[in-house]
């Protein structure tokens, strides 16, 4: 069940943003990854910890059904909401935006964050940043999603060329770039999100972020790549 929280006043000069962090209990591809040690400490306290470091992010809500977590949780982070996800909701195949949708309804808010524990590298100035290049802009966006900037030579399943002339064979830095969603941050409103059931509005907003915080946990291989970076980042490599 949810804890006992403030309710935001909308009223006020300074938006409310929530974020917003589902976790699944089980895992298939990699077991147990949500709370799985990753250079010292289970992999969500990461991401956990960045967001709480946060100015910008009024309060953290926890999306989940691990006991684990939600004992990790109460023990080492009660500034930290939780909210038990109902059965319902529990399958893998369940889209994220059914999760979304079922947690901003429980946590009133003017603006959500939504990331993802499988992104332990992502720095709190970094999410800082994004929330504050959204909230300058929001005369001109209504959503942000967070990108990786890739120039390399790019081709369609069809084999044809997608950012490129392979006629003219320029340096891979000099091509113009092209930007991989890499699913690190989302920001959105409740209202789009209802409307489109998506997290992503009309006009949303590219954010870049540095590529070595942009490595999202999928298989065994990227849980060691990921800590082998967060270990040199540690001992300040």
């Known amino acids: 069940m949810a804890r006992e929280y403030a309710e935001p006043d909308v009223t006020q000069a300074t938006p409310t943003l929530t974020a917003l962090l589902p976790m699944r209990h089980s895992s298939e591809r990699v077991p147990g990854k949500n709370y799985r040690p990753l250079a010292g400490k289970p992999l969500y306290q990461h991401i ?6 946060c100015a910008e992010v009024t309060r953290v809500v926890v999306d989940t059904d691990s006991p684990v977590i939600l004992e ?3 023990k ?4 930290v ?6 059965e319902h909701l529990r399958d893998g195949m369940i889209p994220m935006n059914d999760i979304l949708l079922h947690d901003t309804a429980a946590f009133p808010s003017d603006y959500y964050l939504q990331t993802h524990s ?3 590298l992502l720095k709190a100035e970094t999410i800082s940043g994004a929330i504050q290049a959204f909230l300058a802009g929001r005369a001109e966006y209504d959503s942000l999603f967070s990108v990786t900037r890739l120039q390399t030579r790019l081709y369609d399943a069809a084999g044809q060329a997608v950012n490129h002339n392979p006629g003219e064979l320029l340096r891979t830095q000099d091509l113009p770039p092209i930007y991989e ?3 690190c941050i989302y920001i959105f409103t409740r209202e789009n999100l209802v409307a489109r059931n998506h997290r992503l509005g009309a006009r949303p907003r590219m954010f870049e972020i540095p590529r070595d915080e942009a490595v999202d946990i999928d298989e065994e291989l990227d849980f060691k790549v990921a800590e082998y970076m967060m270990l040199e980042r540690i001992r300040g490599g």
């Open 181 to 183: 969603e890499n699913s």
């Open 118 to 120: 499988t992104n332990p």
């Open 81 to 86: 909401q939780r909210l038990l996800r109902p």
């Open 72 to 74: 990790g949780l109460e």
């Open 48 to 53: 956990l910890e960045a967001l709480l470091a």
């Open 76 to 79: 080492e982070y009660p500034q």
